[in-house]
């Protein structure tokens, strides 16, 4: 077995891009993207966390009521200093754990942005992804290199 290893070849920049949740375009930078979740202020209750591009940039927006809307800069959640200000707020009352969650990986794990592109075609294929949304180190690699290729 040969010890060379192929370039994996992306369509984003490993943490410096991601896709809209709202209208799947790239968001270019950081400083081009919000983090938005509802936050009902009575029940203290904050879920629904997406990754969405910035009003001064894109009208990505959904009909949803701006009166439990919470919002951040992109560039406030990423970095070492995004990720403590991320893992503070799973400790708050009332977050909902698995959105954030999936916020943190998709911000800070290498390859796990890229990857949910191309999950649907890996699990069409029986590809299994835990009910938590944690997929290997390894595998992320993986699904890019064999199901790149299916997204445009």
Sequence with gaps: MSGIVMPLNTRLEIKKQWVCDVCNGII????DGMLEWDKVYKSSTQNNFRIVHGRWTKQCLENRSKDNLADGHLHW???PDGLNKLLGK????GVGKYSLVKIIR?????????ALMVL???IEDGYEVDEDGYIPNG??????????KNIK
């Design 139 to 148: 595998d992320l690699d993986w699904l890019i290199r064999k199901y790149g």
């Design 120 to 122: 649907p075609f890996a």
């Design 90 to 93: 799973l400790l708050e009352h």
């Design 106 to 114: 998709r911000l800070h794990v290498d390859l796990y942005e890229e």
């Design 77 to 79: 959640y990423t970095g």
């Design 28 to 31: 270019r930078s950081d400083k």
